[in-house]
């Protein structure tokens, strides 16, 4: 079974919209979740953590994620997108190592 | 500026051939791993390394080997080319064991083999 499963693999959205991208866990692994973000043509870099504590999590560039361990899900939200967050979002979880969801593709429209 | 730093950004191989990339890192993190990227599977772990003279496999090891001579660099090397390696990879370290802290990732190199 996937440890992690991302549950769109794009999303289109207008400028300036609500944006959720819905990631899922196994619940046999641990809790401790990431959302990444991969721009064209570069790597990963980190946007938020849940490792503890409250859950909701607010991270870089206006972007926050509720953990919510009943429906062991992780999404990740922003309230008004800009067309610089077009990119590729990864959920990720720890199962003795990092397990990286399959991506979502977030387009951000004028 | 401080982080990971892969090379080369891009090659080509023929099918067979060998090659290693590069991976150095200059924030003194002990955990280190290669991650490989394939469209609509999003990052495999190949190999991860928890200090210096320790390795291990991850999820998709073969046909790939790795070494951690020193905590700064942990090169990952393609023994013989095949087709289903074309790829891109990722190096990535953290401070704490798998990542927990948040990776920093190099840039990656992008690989085709024909």
């Known amino acids: 079974a996937q440890s992690v499963t991302q549950l769109d693999s794009q999303v289109p959205v207008f400028e300036e919209a609500p944006v959720e991208l819905r990631c899922n866990y196994s619940?046999?692994?641990?809790?401790?979740l990431f959302w990444y973000v991969q721009y064209p043509n570069q790597g990963l870099q980190l946007l938020l953590k849940?490792?503890?504590?409250?859950?909701l999590v607010k991270g870089i560039n206006g972007f926050e994620a509720e953990f919510n361990k009943s429906q062991t899900s992780f999404h990740l939200r922003k309230p008004s997108v800009h067309i610089s967050d077009t990119a590729e979002y990864f959920c990720?979880?720890?199962?003795?190592?990092?397990?990286f969801g399959a991506g979502t593709r977030l387009t951000v429209k004028p | 500026n401080a982080g990971v730093t892969q090379t080369p950004k891009f090659q080509v191989l023929k099918t067979g051939q060998s090659m290693t990339l590069q991976c150095a890192q200059d924030?003194?993190?002990?955990?280190m791993s290669w991650y490989r990227q394939d469209p609509g599977m999003g990052l495999r772990l190949i190999h991860y390394?928890?200090?210096?003279?320790?390795?291990d496999q991850g999820e998709v090891p073969n046909g790939y080997n790795v070494s951690r001579s020193t905590t700064e660099d942990f090169p990952l090397r393609l023994l013989s080319a095949a087709p289903s390696q074309t790829s891109v990879y990722f190096c990535?370290?953290?401070?704490?064991?798998?990542?927990?802290?948040?990776?920093?990732f190099g840039s990656g190199t992008r690989l085709t083999v024909v």
């Open positions: 990535a370290s953290s401070y704490l064991d798998a990542g927990i802290d948040g990776y920093t």
């Open positions: 619940s046999s692994v641990s809790v401790y």
């Open positions: 849940y490792l503890s504590g409250s859950t």
């Open positions: 990720a979880v720890i199962l003795n190592d990092m397990r």
């Open positions: 924030m003194n993190h002990e955990y």
């Open positions: 390394s928890v200090g210096a003279g320790i390795t």
